[in-house]
């Protein structure tokens, strides 16, 4: 049994959920922030105490030269009396990553040294194999950027906003008119018809993730969209329960705690049709000279 089930997926702090406003400090405790010439670029998760899992896309070599990760962050403007910093020493994006298509878009960062864990600063559980996250699962997404019109004002804290599963086959079915393929390896959420809450540009690579019983799960690594919050086109993951393997055979001391998840509902939300292609996302314009695709949707406080 990995030693990161003792700790992982239980923030202390963590008393009330209310979507698409301020995150409380602490409640998010394994939420990162990727920086690079002083400017946040990407989120991830603290999945131990060496390393964070992030996307694929936010990296556009394995170069971790000039890169600082924040853990314990609360907001990316001001103090933050309960954080740390490292540099990292390792990134590995996935063998498998395509940037036109956006499969297995996941990374691992090695950071340059171990942290202690906080009550503000603790990892994340992650689903394994065998977990399912049906259509309908409340989950959380926490980030902090916004687009352009809708940039947060200062300190700019971490927003945090629910939004639920979307079925793999209901949201192959809002992406196919772009010629875009939802893969198994994938997971969507939102407000499918409804729209007004997702994640966005600067929260490329930060969790999604549910509760079971009193531990938090990660499903899904912010991964790409169409717009900010549009009804027709909820956010995409990367599905985190696909890659317990390649984790494990990656981090092979301290393994991160793998959980079990099992939604409530009946509707499945894997075994999507997979279309042979789909459109390339634009790109952020970051001047970092980083390619990252344009994720879902905004997080509305």
Known sequence: ???QLDVCGQPPLNTRIVGGEDAPAGAWPWQASFHRNDRHFCGGSLINKDWVMSAAHCFSSTNPSGLVVYLGRQNQQGSNSNEVSRTVSQIIRHPDYNSVTSDNDVSLLRLSSSVTFTNFIRPICLAAA????????????????KPQSLSLPFPQTLQEVDVPVVGNSDCQRAYSSNSISITNNMVCAGLLGQGGKDSCQGDSGGPLVSKQGSVWVQAGVVSFGIGCALAEFPGVYARVSQYQSWINTRITSDQPGFVTFTSGNTSSSSGAPSPPTRLLRGLL?????????????????
């Open 1 to 3: 049994m990995s030693a």
């Open 285 to 301: 314009s970051l001047s970092l000279s980083l390619l990252p695709l344009l994720i879902s949707a905004c997080l509305l406080s």
């Open 130 to 145: 065998d977990s399912t996250f049906n259509s309908g699962t409340t989950s959380w997404v926490t980030g902090w950027d």
